[in-house]
Nanobody, 124 residues
């Protein structure tokens, strides 16, 4: 079991940066792949990024790579998503997820654990 709690969302102006965090707890918290998804109003939840248990490997949504960076600190059981050059279209609820069915998975239904989400709003 893995429990996930996101934090760090808020209102930010376009062009600025924001880092959201996901605190994980549970037996598998430091040994499982973790990821971020987002869901904008009226849209389906979409994959953002994922990182392996060691923090040594990552994969991203193609259109966000280079602007978003995922990282983790296993000593703190926390995963981060750093978002740079934010745009109004990045406005969404950002969800932390864990334990995909396989490495490289980007499918919502294949991640076993989810947090409650944190709202990120980017103003123009």
């Amino acid at each position: 079991q893995v429990q996930l709690v996101e934090s760090g969302g808020g209102l930010v102006q376009a062009g600025n940066s924001l880092r959201v965090s996901c605190a994980a707890s549970g037996r598998a918290a430091s040994s499982t792949t973790m990821g971020w998804f987002r869901q904008a109003p009226g849209k389906v939840r979409e994959f953002v990024a994922a990182i392996d248990w060691s923090g040594g490997s990552t994969y991203y949504a193609d259109d966000l790579k280079g602007r978003f960076t995922i990282s983790r600190d296993n000593a703190k059981n926390t995963v981060y998503l750093r978002m740079n050059s934010l745009k109004p279209e990045d406005t969404a609820v950002y969800y932390c997820a864990a334990s995909p069915a396989r490495w490289g998975d980007r499918t919502v239904g294949n991640f076993a654990y989810w947090g409650q989400g944190t709202q990120v709003t980017v103003s123009s």
